[in-house]
């Protein structure tokens, strides 16, 4: 059964990891992979990435990407997300918190704040406008 926009909104809120994906060149599938990101019920979806990784690279010439999360328990439950991206920026300290904040333990973040923003090279954030929604709650199977 298709979830209410409302319940589609907050779950999507939820810190799931995404699998984004995004159209690949040369004909070839598109390019899926697991991503942390960012959301608002009725707001903008954004993800950090390298500018020069493969990840960045097609989602800039592709403008726009897919990203859909999911969980098995108390419920299957999924929603897809789909749009354009509408701006990108160059990703600050307080973003890589922000998103480092959502997954990971409190006494965990400056460490990896640290480390990340040394190791991770040039990071970008790419805005997608929420168009086409998916959704589903499968109850319990």
């Not at 390298?50 to 969980?71: E, N, P, Q």
Request: no cysteine; net charge negative.
């Amino acid at each position: 059964m298709p979830l209410s926009v409302e319940e589609r909104e907050l779950f999507l809120a939820e810190p799931h990891i995404g699998a984004l994906a995004v159209t690949a060149e040369g004909g070839r599938a598109p390019l899926t992979l697991p991503i942390w990101y960012q959301y608002a019920p009725g707001g903008e979806l954004w993800v950090m990435t390298g500018r020069d990784s493969k990840k960045g690279r097609l989602i800039a010439a592709a403008g726009r990407f897919s990203l859909m999360v999911d969980r098995l328990e108390p419920t299957i439950r999924y929603v897809s997300v789909e749009g354009p991206v509408v701006r990108t920026e160059e990703a600050t300290i307080e973003q890589l918190r922000e998103i480092s904040a959502r997954y990971l333990a409190p006494e965990k973040v400056e460490p990896y704040v640290e480390f990340a923003s040394k190791e991770h090279g040039e990071q970008a954030v790419y805005y997608l406008r929420p168009e086409h929604w998916y959704s589903s709650d499968l109850g319990t199977v």
